[in-house]
């Protein structure tokens, strides 16, 4: 870690100027991210500018039939909050599968969407990484990579986004309203992380200056078919080797309207609009899941040790899709899976 | 790891000499006691409680948030201390494993802990006490399933997860049948 | 003189119970001294080469460093190898911290940063900047198996493979039903709760007080003294705690070197605590490479029995373990053939890590029976009963004691092994297989010499010690039950201590044979001071006690009473009075018989059960009920012994199921090294976990009965699991862990 000055102001504006006026500022709310990857010496900010305590981003309010998340309301809240619980059901189911409670207790919704990847190369300073040291090259593609990307990768970088609440919120098509120099702005969820390609370095379209300040919900939460399933290398407090939210609209047995999002596979929470395409409409069968994962995953490609996330995502998504049609949601704390 | 890079060049590093060590002046509840306190703004709240104020009790197992040795009670939610700046814990209310007993009296997390000898060498127990009174606050546990699920989060290498159930069973029975 | 057995055999809780609950007890890196200073150690990035420059200007200008110490300025410290070796130290030559520039394993400490507070010490050390010059490395076992050697010399206290038997390769070739295939289990790390940590207490003039991480503070004790050439008498070493260590605190680690060396550098107290990801740059489990055959006859009855290991060790040091022995004794076999070799790799030397070598060995052998049985339509159970072993065909001794049948059936009725379908894939509910595993457990009952000290004062309290460790077996917890019930005391009129380096020599604390060893010299000592109490009270004026001989007393409530007519005593204070003392305190010394280990051979056995479920599209497993019925003599706390026996268990699941160590070969570097990405269990991970134990008279190889629990829970966990989700599933997983992709088809 090397020394840093802090400082906490008072609005967001101000917060914003702040790291505007300095190359080598960073915002800092939970902390669970950003102080564990500076103890490893991966994130070196020399100024950290506190948003954690903002006035009137902690709420979570009625917004246009759906819910408007403060950036600062902490994963804990959020996943027990009533109107989540009821309405966006997967999304409390998400955010319950990850982490800790100590965790989630202290990590803000804005921070969530910011995690960086866990490649065991990123936060290992005494190897090269694209990522962490852009053109040092990428040791993961013919190395350890177990839990690596499968979809969307690069040349440069196969690196996974770790979230489970963000694979929820590309389900749910959120929105993400942030703050920069110039103005409020809102990013569609699924612009708002970006794949490696070229620069792996980045993460996310949101500029360094720019403040995440809430995440809107549309209305529809799919709470009757929904499931958030993970599958991991413990039962719990272990980042998803593979993880699928599925939500649809049934009408009988057909499918009106479907969304799948997966986790642990890309650089983002992975959507297939041609895959969700193909479910519309159709019959909610494991035959047309199957059709479905297979189009999701034409594209896929193993790297040695995470070759089998393939054949896993294959059998998570069929599943996910199963448990959603039938309305039995994969439970967090019965790790039987449904 | 504290290593240096592998290859010469990387992660060029601002130098020392140019980093501002302006410290800030904090006002923390610790175990009912208020006290102002300088801290450096690197300090975590681990650190604070561990080597300034002497307050060993809390764990450093991982200092990354990994295994939860270092949980403590803030503003009565469980955190990992590790991950905490304590400057941005200004005006907080913690509450430490050496808070808990009261006039020499066990918290009945504690006294169940002993009585189902939920712990072996004891490096972990500070951190799955406090997430035990955390656990039971919050109210979301209702079974063994949900119990194990809600303590996932405290890491306890000699395997005494079996015991600590028990334990936390045993207290939540104490406090009248289910926690909610 | 009969002893009192109110504690011994009685579920007590633990006495350090409320030191640990209260946060009160001290680890190592919690100690104070005036002027502490903090080191923060610098880890290299590359396997093997050396290191061509070192850069710590930047460093040292960060406001509270006081000295950097690397390879070009350390002082010096003893010059041959033999000075470095501790006591359970493989042989070789072991490592030196900043000896010199050369880079011998990835992770190695190549500079340590000391300064006034830890975070002045943490942010310095990221600004050191080293440049190393690579040499060509290999950290892959698999391309080393050619240059695999016997080594050359024998680790004390490790039996090498005992010599053939039979013909193992003629009754192979013979036998109608053969098994034979390769095994392995990934390496893994100790990971103990508590980072190994050391603080040194300079006290002036040289002298040092150590709070170090140690299973045994005579070990370090040892160790410092030799390296750095210090008189015995300036050093004491306390371990009052050990925040777990499962063998990773055996030998000193090179905190402890880093830490005295600036102390006596700087002439200040200095503490050094590694950090998570550096728990990963010291010993392991080593990577094991194994072949097992079995031969048998269509009864089940084996034939032959051949198995091969070939483990990985450091360029520095031979680090051996017992990996095939246990096939030679497990089960009855007249034709053996055991094969044990090293290769080396470039990684420090690997670890002692609980029960060192038996759950690789037994994951081999339980896993091949288990396909034997399959192969024959045999029960697994019945196959294990059909060869069950009367004697230790190893060395041809009779066991001490041996109540492994009454394990398997007790076991087997807890767990409802009756009802099990032989089939594979039989068994199911909703999407998930069911599948029921067993196998047998085995590890050494051994006994060490040790020496104990009782001292009993008038008012009827009594101090034992030894220097003894508890890692959190419960050694005070058990040592005061002894010391209670020598005399009829109350457990809280009972004070043990141990973790000090000045109090009476005992063994490291590992092996499992510390309630033998340090228990056995504790009774002594308090047997020692009875006896002389009894002697006193004998010559007291009108003494009730005046014709009566040793056998006919009893020690109980602060008293010495007849045995016929309790209400003849002399109280403790009396007899002190009557001796013209206030205090008794006397040491002794106890020591294995050597006559009784001469024709015995004493170990623990377990029989343990495990129901898994699979889910049979996505392959992931669930351990849902463990039964592990122990054989392991007399159980001096049901309690405690409960705890040790679920925690081996649930090393056991880890090693079956999420722990492994993961090696980039081009790098020569674990990647894993952190408790997000190296899968310790979790408490969702475990559930149900019943411990029985069974009866067993053992009365030949130390004086209390007892055999050890430290590391039987873990023997045959692994292969249990994967002969359960063999059973779920019909795949036979030979290489540990069974994650989520190897039952994936």
């Not at chain 1, 990123?122 to 993961?140: H, I, L, S, V």
């Not at chain 2, 130098?15 to 610790?30: D, K, M, Q, R």
């Not at chain 3, 199911?428 to 196998?439: C, P």
């Not at chain 3, 085995?442 to 020496?451: C, F, K, L, P, R």
Request: proline share 6%; glycine share 8%; charged share 20%.
């Amino acid at each position: 870690m090397i020394r840093f000055s802090y400082s906490r102001p008072g609005a967001v504006g101000e917060a914003v100027q702040a790291v505007q006026a300095d190359a080598g500022a960073k915002f800092i709310a939970g902390g669970t991210n950003l102080v564990d990857l500076m103890k490893y010496d991966v994130e070196r900010p020399r100024r950290l500018v506190d948003v954690g305590a903002l006035p009137g981003l902690d709420r979570i309010e009625e917004a246009d039939g759906g819910l408007r998340i403060g950036a600062l309301v902490t994963n804990s809240a959020l996943a027990y909050d009533a109107r989540i619980e009821q309405r966006y059901p997967l999304l409390a189911r998400a955010i319950l599968s990850g982490a800790s409670p100590q965790l989630r207790n202290a990590a803000t919704t804005g921070g969530n969407l910011l995690q960086r990847t866990r490649c065991y190369y990123f936060y290992d300073t005494g190897t090269p990484c694209n990522k962490r040291e852009p053109g040092t090259g990428c040791p993961a593609i013919n190395g350890v990579n177990r839990i690596h990307a499968i979809l969307g990768t690069s040349e440069h970088c196969i690196a996974t986004h770790p979230s489970d609440m963000c694979v929820a919120l590309a389900a749910l098509e959120a929105t993400v309203e942030v703050t920069g120099p110039q103005g409020e702005r809102s990013i569609a969820f699924a612009d708002f992380h970006r794949l490696p390609g070229e620069h792996p370095e980045i993460d996310t379209t949101l500029a360094p200056d720019e403040i995440i300040t809430a995440v809107r919900l549309p209305p529809q939460g799919f709470a009757t078919h929904h499931t958030y399933l993970k599958l991991r290398d413990r039962q719990s407090y272990a980042f998803a080797l593979v993880s699928v939210a599925a939500v649809l609209e049934m009408e009988g047995d057909t499918i009106r309207e479907a969304r799948l999002a997966l986790g642990g596979v890309a650089h983002k929470p992975w959507r297939d609009p041609a895959a969700e395409a193909l479910l519309r409409g159709g019959p909610a069968t494991r035959e047309r899941f199957a059709e479905a994962a297979a189009l999701i995953l034409q594209a896929a490609r193993g790297y040695g040790d995470n070759s089998f996330k393939i054949e896993l995502a294959r059998r998570a998504i069929v599943r996910a899709l199963s448990q959603a049609a039938a309305g039995t949601p994969q439970p967090v704390a019965d790790k039987r899976i449904a | 790891m504290p290593v240096n890079p592998a290859t010469p060049g990387v992660a060029a590093a601002p130098s020392a000499g140019s980093s501002p060590v302006a410290h800030h002046t904090i006002t923390l509840t610790v175990n009912g006691t208020q006290r102002r306190m300088e801290v450096a703004p690197w300090t975590t709240l681990l650190d604070l409680l561990r080597e300034q104020m002497e307050l060993t009790g809390t764990k450093k197992g991982c200092d990354h948030g990994q295994c939860g040795a270092c949980t403590v009670l803030v503003n009565g939610q469980r955190i990992n201390s590790c991950l905490a700046l304590a400057v941005s814990k200004d005006g907080a209310e913690v509450v430490t494993v050496e808070g808990l007993a009261m006039d020499g009296t066990l918290h009945p997390v504690q006294a169940a802990f002993i009585e189902q000898d939920a712990f072996q060498c004891g490096y972990c127990t500070p951190g799955q006490i406090c997430s035990a009174v955390g656990l039971l606050k919050e109210g979301h546990a209702r079974n063994a399933d949900e119990i194990r699920e809600l303590m996932s989060g405290n890491i306890c290498r000699c395997g005494a997860y079996p015991n600590i159930v028990a334990a936390i069973e045993q207290a939540m029975q104490q406090a009248g049948g289910s926690a909610r | 003189m009969p002893n009192n057995e109110t504690h011994f055999g009685a579920p007590r809780s633990r006495v350090d119970g409320r030191l640990k609950v209260t946060g009160a007890a001290k680890y190592a890196g919690e100690f104070i001294a005036p002027d502490l200073a903090h080191g923060y150690v610098v880890s290299g990035a590359i396997a093997k080469g050396r290191i061509a420059a070192i850069d710590t200007a930047e460093a040292e200008k960060v406001p509270g460093v006081l000295r950097i110490f690397t390879h070009r300025n350390r002082p010096t410290t003893a010059w041959l190898n033999r000075s470095y070796r501790d006591a359970v130290a493989p042989p070789g030559a072991p490592f030196r911290p900043l000896y010199d520039e050369n880079i011998v394993y990835s992770g190695q400490p190549v500079a340590l940063v000391v300064a006034e507070s830890f975070e002045a010490a943490r942010d310095a050390a990221a600004l050191v900047r080293v440049t190393y010059e690579s040499a060509p490395h290999e950290t892959n076992l698999r391309n080393r198996l050619a240059e695999a050697y016997v080594p050359p010399k024998e680790r004390a206290g490790i039996d090498p493979p005992p010599n053939p038997r039979g013909d193992a390769g003629a009754a192979y070739a013979a036998a109608p039903a053969k098994v034979e295939s390769g095994y392995h289990v990934a390496p893994e790390h100790h990971n103990p709760m508590e980072p190994h940590a050391s603080t040194v207490v300079w006290e002036g003039d040289g002298k040092l007080i150590i709070h170090d991480k140690i299973q045994g503070a005579q070990n370090t004790h040892d160790y410092v003294t030799s390296v750095f050439s210090l008189p015995q008498k300036d050093v004491r070493v306390l371990s009052p705690f050990v925040g777990g260590a499962f063998g990773s605190g055996l030998r000193p680690q090179y905190q402890l070197f880093l830490a005295v060396m600036a102390s006596l550098e700087l002439k200040r107290s200095v503490r050094v605590v590694l950090t998570r990801d550096q728990m990963f740059t010291f010993g392991y489990r080593p990577d094991t490479i194994q072949t097992l055959a079995l031969g048998a006859n269509p009864d089940g009855r084996l034939q032959a029995i051949r198995h091969e290991a070939i483990a990985g060790t450091s360029p520095f040091e031979d680090y051996q373990e017992v990996v095939v022995n246990w096939s030679g004794l497990a089960y009855h076999c007249d034709n053996v053939d055991l094969k044990y070799r090293l290769a080396k790799i470039d990684t420090y030397t690997p670890l002692d890590m609980r029960a060192p070598g038996a759950p690789l060995g037994m994951f081999a052998l339980e896993s091949g029976m288990d396909e034997l049985a399959h192969a024959l339509k045999l029960d697994p159970l019945e196959l294990r009963l059909r060869n069950y072993a009367e004697m230790d065909q190893n060395t041809g001794k009779q066991f001490s004691s041996k109540e492994l049948r009454a394990a398997y059936q007790l076991g087997a009725e807890r767990f409802g092994w009756a009802r099990r379908n032989p089939a594979p894939r039989s068994m199911r509910e909703g999407h998930e297989l069911i599948g029921w595993g067993m196998a047998t457990g085995v590890w050494e009952a051994g006994m060490q010499q040790a020496s104990a000290r009782a001292t009993l004062t008038a008012d009827g309290r009594l101090e034992v010690a030894t220097a003894t460790a508890d890692i959190g077996t419960g050694t005070y917890t058990i040592l005061t039950q002894i010391g209670a019930d020598a005399f009829g005391l109350r457990m809280e009129d009972v004070t043990a201590r141990i973790g000090d380096s000045s109090l009476p020599a005992s063994p490291i604390e590992g092996g499992s044979w510390t309630a033998a060893s340090a228990g056995s010299a504790v009774q002594a000592a308090c047997y020692a001071v009875r006896e002389t109490l009894f002697r006193y009270a004998r010559r007291m004026e009108n003494s009730p006690l005046a014709n009566a001989d040793s056998d006919h007393v009893l020690f109980a409530e602060g008293r010495i009473a007849l045995l016929n007519d309790p209400s003849r005593f002399v109280t403790i204070a009396d007899a002190m009075r009557a001796g013209g003392v206030d205090r008794i305190e006397q040491e002794e010394t106890t020591a294995p018989d050597k006559g009784a280990l001469s024709r015995f051979s004493p170990y623990t056995h377990a029989a343990v059960f495990v129901e898994v479920r699979v889910d049979e599209e996505l392959g992931a497993v669930r351990v849902t009920r463990v039964v592990d019925a122990i054989a392991a003599g007399r159980i001096i706390n049901p309690k405690t012994a409960r705890s040790q026996i679920i925690g081996g268990v649930v090393f056991g699941l880890g090693m079956a199921l999420t722990e492994e160590s993961m090696l980039d070969h081009r790098l020569g570097r674990f990647m894993n090294h952190n408790l997000a990405e190296y899968h310790v269990p979790a408490n969702a991970d475990i559930r149900e976990i019943d411990v029985l134990f069974v009866e067993e008279d053992e009365n030949r190889t130390n004086p209390l009965g007892v055999k050890g629990l430290g590391e039987i829970g873990i023997v045959g966990t692994a292969a249990a699991v994967a002969n359960a989700v063999f059973h779920a599933t019909g795949k036979r997983i030979r290489e540990l862990p069974i994650t989520i992709d190897k039952l994936l088809d």
